[in-house]
Structures are given as C-alpha cells and as structure tokens.
C-alpha cells in the first residue's frame, strides 16, 4: 500500500489520467451499450475517449504550472 502512495505522488497527473480515463470509458460503456456497435467500433471510441482524458489532465494541469512559479516569487521576495 505504501508503495502505491509513493507512486501515486510521484505521478500524480498519470494518476488522474488513469481515473479519469476509467470514469469515462465507464460512463461511455453504459450509455452506449445498447447502440449496437461492432467491436472495432467500440475499441476506437474506447481509445479516443482514454486520449480525450489524457487531454483533460494536461490542461488542468497548466494551471499548476502558474501556482508554483507564484509560490516560487512570493517565497524569493520575503526578506
């Protein structure tokens, strides 16, 4: 368990990725299951859906980016 903790703050946006990812790929399985897709079909939408959450983390994340260079300004001015 412990290990998993260290994993997970070592890589916390691949973390959120991968809970997103599932969250979604979920939600798209339940309401797409009685569409009547073919296989191919379902592995592709399944796959952009993965990438669109991906895609979701990498733009929370630019915010993250701002906050710890403002941290890193306000901690260099303190006398």
Known sequence: MEQLKTWINTYPRLFAWIILAVGMDIILLFSARDVGLEGRQWF??????????GACV??????DDDEAEEDDAAANNQP
Request: glycine fraction near 6%.
């Open 44 to 53: 592709w939408l399944l796959l952009i859906t993965t990438l669109v959450a």
């Open 58 to 63: 990498w733009i929370i994340s630019w915010g």
